[in-house]
């Protein structure tokens, strides 16, 4: 038998897996890795998923929280798992922010895990105390340019989407402000509320209920449109900050050895999932908008991402223990 026919055979024996797979696929319950503590949008939306997916799949959908050292744990543990479609990791920004930030990972964002698509886009707002005498991102920026180095910024953590975009922001403004992180939105939103810093930079959903009554001014959304839980506050385009425009988003992937035609089945039933009209409204009510694709989409979307906050963190010089 010559190399070449070997070859072949092997190829086509490895097809003939792939596709046998994807017939039979699932055949036992999948499990969802969200790394991420109970409770927050990972944990939310990988539940209310995971529950309409499963109907379709024919399958069980345990969700399984693995949080902890900034959903690295998470990560690592899914990259372990065998390429078969009955694990999915469950991503937000941090996934393919942390090769940038730290050292010494197990797993590479975009080598060792393949795209099923993206789950949902959320607004992310600048916000800052009353008894700040500003009443837009223009007058911010003024007012830190007067005060360099005096104005910190809250967000839900170090190496976080909302640290990057505020880092962004940084720089593009030519301002100094100084990065306040905080265990998560409700502490950052906590200390802001309570005068103990004077800005905060977290999902707009979040912002929403303080702008409301009084207790925060909103000054700015990332999003390209003004978003619905926040309709009078203008976009960071039209305060004229085009450049620090973006979401945060979240979407499912799989190990790298995942067969084609499994994502493909996942996707289908992800799609679904998201057009489910009970989903939409209970997604809109946490503040978030569904946005299905496909695999190819939010392969894009995590490579151009990537490029994008690793110039960032190279840039501002960002690092995390």
Do not use: C
Request: no cysteine; glycine share 8%; charged share 15%.
């Amino acid at each position: 038998m010559t190399a070449r026919i070997a070859t072949a055979l092997l190829v086509s024996l490895a097809t003939f897996t792939a596709v046998v797979q994807a017939q039979t696929f699932p055949t036992k319950p999948l499990h969802i890795i969200v790394p991420f503590p109970p409770g927050g949008a990972a944990d939310v939306t990988s539940r209310l998923l995971g529950e309409h997916m499963s109907k379709g799949l024919g399958q069980p959908v345990i969700v399984e929280n693995h949080p902890g050292a900034g959903a690295v744990i998470g990560y690592e543990l899914a990259a372990r798992a065998p390429g078969d479609g009955h694990t999915l990791l469950v991503v937000f920004p941090s996934f393919i922010i942390q090769p940038a930030v730290r050292q010494g990972l197990k797993f590479d964002p975009l080598k060792d895990f393949k795209a099923v698509g993206q789950t949902i886009a959320l607004p992310m707002a600048f916000a800052v105390n009353p008894s700040v005498p500003a009443h837009s991102l223009q007058e911010l920026v003024a007012l830190a340019r007067a005060k360099p180095g005096t104005i910190a910024y809250g967000t839900p953590g170090p190496g976080t989407t909302h640290h990057i975009i505020g880092e962004l922001f940084r720089l593009t403004a030519h301002i100094d402000i100084v990065h306040a992180p905080f265990q998560g939105e409700v502490p950052a939103l906590t200390a802001a509320v309570g005068g103990h810093i004077p800005m905060v930079f977290v999902n707009a959903s979040a912002v929403a209920p303080f702008a409301k009554d009084g207790r925060m001014r909103a000054l700015a959304v990332t999003t390209q449109a003004r978003t619905e839980v926040l309709p009078d506050v203008p976009t960071v385009r039209e305060a004229g900050f085009p450049e620090i425009e973006s979401t945060n988003w979240s979407g499912f992937v799989v190990p790298a050895a995942t067969p084609p035609a499994v994502i493909a089945r996942l996707n289908h039933e992800l799609v679904a999932a998201l057009g489910n009209v009970a989903i939409w409204e209970k997604f809109r009510s946490y503040g978030m908008t569904a946005a299905p694709g496909t695999p190819e989409q939010f392969t894009a979307l995590l490579q151009s991402e990537s490029v994008r906050y690793a110039r960032v963190v190279r840039e501002a010089g960002i690092k995390v223990d």
